[in-house]
C-alpha cells in the first residue's frame, strides 16, 4: 500500500470513529462515512468492504492507542514497592483518564455499545476488549487483593466514573453542565478519584494541592 492510500485509510478510520463515537454504529451507514472523509464510495470499499469491517477496524485501532497509553502505568502498578502504591495508583488513574479526556471518542464509542449498539457483532468484548481489561484487572489486584476489595468492580468503579465525567460532566452552582473542558472542575475530579480508590484500596490518603471548595 502506498503512502496516498494509507493516508486515504487512516482519513476514513478517523471520520468512521467521530460518526461512530457521535451516532453510534446503527444510525451511521458507510455513504456518511465517505461524504464526511470527501472520499468517495467506491474508494471507502477499496479500504472496507463492509461497516462490520470498518467499524471493528475503529474499535481495534482504539484499543491499540488505549493499550499503548495504559499499559505501562499498570506495569509500574504491579512492580510498585509497597511505599510507592499510592503514587503508581495515582499515575494509572492519570493515565486513564487523560486519555480519555484526549480522546472522547473512545468512551463514545463503549457507551454506545453498552447501550446495545453493534448487537449484532456478538464477539466485539471477547475479542477486542476482554484481554486488555483482564490485564488492567489484574494491576489492580495488586492493590485490591491486600485490601481485601472485589479488583474488577474497583477497575469498573474508575471506569464509569471516568466515562461519565468525560461525557456528561456535572452541573455546577450555576445550573450549567461542565466537564473535562472545564480545569477546575477536571483538577477537583482527579483529586476525588486519587482519594475514592486510593481509601477504597487503603492506601495513604494524599490530599490534593487545590481542595474541593464547600457548598
Given at each position: 500500500?502506498?503512502?496516498?492510500?494509507?493516508?486515504?485509510?487512516?482519513?476514513?478510520?478517523?471520520?468512521?470513529?467521530?460518526?461512530?463515537?457521535a451516532l453510534g454504529y446503527d444510525s451511521s451507514s458507510v455513504v456518511q462515512v465517505a461524504e464526511a472523509a470527501g472520499v468517495s464510495q467506491e474508494k471507502l470499499a477499496?479500504?472496507?468492504?463492509?461497516?462490520?469491517?470498518?467499524?471493528?477496524?475503529?474499535?481495534?485501532?482504539?484499543?491499540?492507542?488505549?493499550?499503548?497509553?495504559?499499559?505501562?502505568?499498570?506495569?509500574?502498578?504491579?512492580?510498585?514497592?509497597?511505599?510507592?502504591?499510592?503514587?503508581?495508583?495515582?499515575?494509572?488513574?492519570?493515565?486513564?483518564?487523560?486519555?480519555?479526556?484526549?480522546?472522547?471518542?473512545?468512551?463514545?464509542?463503549?457507551?454506545?455499545?453498552?447501550?446495545?449498539?453493534?448487537?449484532?457483532?456478538?464477539?466485539?468484548?471477547?475479542?477486542?476488549?476482554q484481554p486488555l481489561t483482564q490485564y488492567v484487572v489484574e494491576g489492580v489486584d495488586t492493590l485490591a487483593e491486600p485490601a481485601g476489595m472485589d479488583p474488577l468492580h474497583?477497575?469498573?468503579?474508575?471506569?464509569?466514573?471516568?466515562?461519565?465525567?468525560?461525557?456528561?460532566?456535572?452541573?455546577?452552582?450555576?445550573?450549567?453542565?461542565?466537564?473535562?473542558?472545564?480545569?477546575?472542575?477536571?483538577?477537583?475530579?482527579?483529586?476525588?478519584?486519587?482519594?475514592?480508590?486510593?481509601?477504597?484500596?487503603?492506601?495513604?490518603?494524599?490530599?490534593?494541592?487545590?481542595?474541593?471548595?464547600?457548598?
Amino acid at each position: 500500500m502506498d503512502s496516498a492510500d494509507g493516508d486515504g485509510r487512516e482519513l476514513i478510520l478517523r471520520t468512521a470513529t467521530r460518526l461512530f463515537a457521535a451516532l453510534g454504529y446503527d444510525s451511521s451507514s458507510v455513504v456518511q462515512v465517505a461524504e464526511a472523509a470527501g472520499v468517495s464510495q467506491e474508494k471507502l470499499a477499496a479500504h472496507f468492504a463492509t461497516k462490520r469491517e470498518l467499524y471493528l477496524a475503529v474499535m481495534e485501532q482504539s484499543r491499540h492507542l488505549l493499550a499503548e497509553a495504559i499499559t505501562p502505568r499498570v506495569d509500574a502498578l504491579m512492580a510498585a514497592p509497597v511505599e510507592r502504591r499510592a503514587r503508581a495508583l495515582h499515575d494509572f488513574i492519570d493515565g486513564y483518564l487523560d486519555f480519555c479526556v484526549d480522546h472522547p471518542e473512545m468512551p463514545a464509542l463503549w457507551m454506545h455499545r453498552w447501550l446495545s449498539d453493534a448487537s449484532d457483532i456478538v464477539d466485539l468484548e471477547a475479542e477486542n476488549a476482554q484481554p486488555l481489561t483482564q490485564y488492567v484487572v489484574e494491576g489492580v489486584d495488586t492493590l485490591a487483593e491486600p485490601a481485601g476489595m472485589d479488583p474488577l468492580h474497583t477497575t469498573y468503579t474508575m471506569i464509569y466514573c471516568i466515562h461519565g465525567f468525560v461525557l456528561g460532566g456535572v452541573l455546577g452552582g450555576g445550573g450549567h453542565r461542565c466537564g473535562a473542558e472545564d480545569q477546575r472542575q477536571l483538577r477537583r475530579f482527579r483529586a476525588h478519584l486519587h482519594q475514592l480508590l486510593g481509601r477504597a484500596l487503603g492506601l495513604p490518603d494524599e490530599r490534593a494541592e487545590e481542595p474541593a471548595p464547600s457548598r
